[in-house]
């Protein structure tokens, strides 16, 4: 037998999910290409050849697994009924009806739903119709409660995508949930039928078990513990604080703030040794626990984690039942093989990839490294309370480095550290919850002494964990990988696993072919004009590697945009420095957000206007400047900013009288802007801050110099800006418009939109299309479809 049939002989389950989950990966890619009819013809017909051929199974059976694969996650997500409101044309319609099928409650009110929708009503009909809902609570006051039915009369929109490069894509969540749409409620246009919709047993049993533990946590334990013990509980998140959250996932145990198969196994120990106590025998303890356990399970509507927790155990218990050896890969095989079965769109959601990639690395490498000469001790209380520990925890933070590296954009250095330093302490934190809610629901007066040791406890597990997010190796942040630095990174991690001599070498050159992939500047002149909101701010990267910010966005009490949207970016970009910071004027939608940003980043040199700015907010920008030590250049028309020898960066504009400052009105401000125009070979973009037509004028007479192939729109596309004359002598391709949606300025004008199409400058709109994203190598420029 090859090494490849012994494999496949002792795993057989674990093969056929890694194959089945490929098939998977495949049709998602290619999900809206599918040729569906072909491809059942090719499953039968490999079928008929794996029965006929049986010398030859594998080399038939593998190509219709992955076909199989392909056809499920395809029936999952795009095969929907003809009624469903996807192919339904929103603008007709006025209400839907329908039921609550999911409700997510939050404290501060901000309440989530699921509608389930039943029907539509048109002007002229009542349809039937399917399809899911995300309903935000709005200006609605009263809380829904899952199985209602209802009304609603309000627009209904196609969720959200990214705003930037790395952020969040919400749309993408909720489709992989079956939901296509959302909607805000009203007061005025939301109306509780009579009846009831939904599961018996959610409805009878489930919710009400919800409710009751939720108003227990509620009322006994204080915040920040009481949203933690929630989410280990319910496996409800919402409430946890976003600051905690941020803490935990730089220390790489933010998994420990959502049910997982962890907490699972600190369960199982408690249900084990309860009914240990009362006297079970071996199998009925064993069952009792799978019970209870499953009760949890389903009381947390099935999480993929800790089903997976949840089914491997019941595979482990079964086999000691029938008194079979069991092989640890082939339960976790058969544990992902019913789950993606089921629910194949579950393996393109992050729990369920970390909870599978930690798992079945555990069970892979842990043995692998127990047998190096390295980790190997004779004191016996090292080997098991350090070496082991510090063994697993290792093996389940490398099989979850790729995904770290993916989701986060950064390596988890000090998680092996904490993990073995603060996992046992969590663990206790969720058998205690465990033992608060037991005790709260038999009805022994000591739960809110439990509520507030819990509260103090949660408070020690927090300070370590500060303590260590302020190491300066716990996390490195990386730039975002591509697939095939993952690929190549999940090839180095084998090549560990199963450390030998001859597989030193391929290890230390897959390092420096990961290095070089990674830390190498653009291959080519890249802008990316950020979608901040309403206000601007602009990431140019050289292909020398050097950096320029041209503005940073607002700044103000609920906003903070360098912290929202550029710092994220930049890390990103994987950029660690920049070279110029630049703000057009001094006016906060403009340069607010640079004041993070020179917290956070090294800057060579930071540039402004001479316009002298008087808020105080600016004065705090160029504060914070002096205060790091960095050069301020106060530059006016005439002038450049050195980059590089193959790239210019002219100062066009101010000069005279735009220098001074007299009323401090807004039209002074704004036409005191740095105007710059980036040229590299052949392309060139120019960028006019919030110039208005008054100083346009005044630029006419650099005539054919203006011609750029990319103009940012002065002053968001007001009416005020972007003259007729201006723009004929710029002849831009694209014209970006950097602004907020529903902005109370209403901008932009129309009739600036209507003047920079007459003119040939395709206006692309931040609110409508999120960050703009141009590269250049020197010749022609590109817009990127980066979504």
Not at 5 to 24: C, D, M, N, R
Not at 167 to 189: C, M, P, T, V, W
Not at 260 to 279: A, K, N, R, Y
Request: aromatic share 14%.
């Amino acid at each position: 037998m090859t090494v490849i049939e012994k494999q496949l002989h002792s795993t057989p389950a674990l093969w056929f999910f890694i194959v089945y989950a490929g098939g998977i990966t495949l049709g998602w890619g290619f999900i809206q290409s599918i040729p569906v009819l072909l491809l059942f013809a090719a499953f039968f017909i490999l079928l008929l050849c794996a029965f006929l051929l049986r010398r030859q199974l594998l080399f038939f059976l593998f190509p219709a697994i992955i076909i199989l694969g392909i056809l499920r996650i395809y029936f999952a997500l795009a095969a929907l009924p003809p009624d469903h409101l996807l192919f339904k044309n929103l603008k007709q319609i006025n209400t839907v009806e329908g039921w609550i099928s999911e409700t997510q409650y939050r404290q501060d009110g901000k309440n989530r739903y699921v509608l389930q929708s039943r029907y539509i009503y048109t002007d002229s009909a009542k349809l039937k119709s399917d399809g899911r809902i995300f309903l935000f609570q709005g200006k609605y006051k009263t809380r829904l409660h899952y199985g209602q039915r209802i009304r609603i009369s309000t627009f209904i929109e196609q969720p959200p995508l990214p705003g930037n490069p790395g952020e969040f894509n919400f749309r993408k969540y909720l489709q992989l949930k079956g939901i296509y749409f959302q909607s805000y409620l009203k007061e005025d246009a939301c109306t509780i039928l009579p009846g009831q919709s939904g599961n018996y047993l959610q409805k009878q049993f489930l919710v009400p078990l919800r409710n009751f533990i939720r108003s227990k946590i509620e009322a006994n334990i204080p915040d920040p513990a009481a949203a933690v013990v929630k989410a280990l509980i319910l496996g409800e998140r919402q409430d946890v604080d976003r600051g905690i959250m941020k803490q935990f996932q730089k220390t790489g145990i933010v998994h420990v703030l959502a049910v997982s198969g962890l907490h699972v196994g600190f369960i199982l120990m408690l249900f084990l040794l309860v009914f240990g106590l009362l006297g079970f025998s071996h199998n009925k303890r064993n069952a009792a626990s799978l019970l209870f356990l499953f009760l949890f399970i389903a009381l947390i509507d099935f999480k993929a984690p800790v089903l997976r927790a949840g089914i491997m155990a019941a595979l482990y218990f079964a086999g000691q039942f029938l008194e079979r050896k069991t092989n640890s890969l082939n339960i976790i095989g058969t544990a992902g093989l019913l789950i993606l079965i089921v629910a194949p769109q579950q393996l393109l959601q992050p729990g369920f990839q970390f909870s599978f990639a930690a798992a079945g690395s555990i069970l892979y490498a842990y043995p692998k490294f127990r047998s190096l000469a390295l980790f190997k001790t004779k004191q016996p209380f090292i080997n098991k309370w350090i070496m082991q520990p510090f063994l697993v925890s290792l093996a389940a933070v490398l099989g979850t480095v790729p995904l770290t590296w993916w989701y986060y954009g950064a390596l988890q250095t000090g998680a092996v550290l904490v993990n073995v330093l603060l996992i046992p302490l969590i663990g206790g934190f969720v058998v205690l919850s465990f033992i608060f809610i037991l005790v709260s629901g038999i009805g022994i007066g000591i739960g809110g002494g439990l509520g507030w040791i819990l509260y103090y406890y949660f408070e020690v597990i927090l300070k370590l964990n500060a303590f260590f997010t302020r190491l300066p190796f716990i996390q490195v942040a990386v730039p975002k990988p591509s697939i095939l630095s993952i690929v190549l990174l999940i090839i180095l991690l084998l090549l560990l696993f199963n450390l030998k001599k001859k597989n030193i070498f391929p290890a230390l050159l897959l390092v420096a072919v990961l290095f070089y992939l990674n830390t190498r500047a653009p291959s080519r002149l890249r802008i990316t004009f950020v979608n901040v909101g309403q206000g601007d701010g602009a990431v140019v990267q050289f292909p020398n590697g050097k950096v320029l910010v041209v503005d940073g966005g607002d700044r103000k009490f609920a906003l903070d945009s360098g912290t929202r949207y550029l710092i994220p970016l930049l890390h990103y970009y994987g950029i660690k420095r920049i070279n110029y910071l630049l703000s057009t004027h001094p006016h906060s939608d403009h340069f607010g957000g640079l004041i993070s940003i020179l917290d956070k980043f090294p800057a060579d040199t930071v540039v402004v206007s001479r316009y002298p700015g008087k808020s105080k907010l600016y004065k705090k920008f160029l504060g914070t400047t002096r205060q790091k030590g960095v050069p301020i250049a106060y530059k006016k028309r005439g002038q450049q900013l050195f980059i590089g020898n193959e790239y210019r960066i002219y100062v066009l504009h101010p000069f005279g009288s735009y220098l001074n400052a007299k009323t401090f009105s807004g039209n002074e401000v704004n036409n005191s802007s740095l105007v710059l125009k980036i040229c590299y070979g052949n392309c060139s973009f120019l960028l006019t801050g919030d110039l208005e037509q008054n100083a346009e004028g005044r630029l006419l007479n650099y005539t054919s110099f203006l011609k750029s192939d990319v103009l940012k729109v002065g002053h968001h596309g007001s009416k005020t800006s972007s003259s007729g004359a201006f723009l004929k002598l710029i002849k831009p391709r694209y014209s970006v418009v950097s602004v907020g949606r529903h902005n109370k300025f209403f901008h932009p004008s129309r009739k600036t939109m209507r003047r920079l199409r007459r003119y040939g400058a395709r206006p692309l709109r931040t609110d409508h299309f999120g960050a703009l994203v141009f590269e250049c190598d020197g010749e022609e420029v590109q817009l990127v479809n980066w979504r």
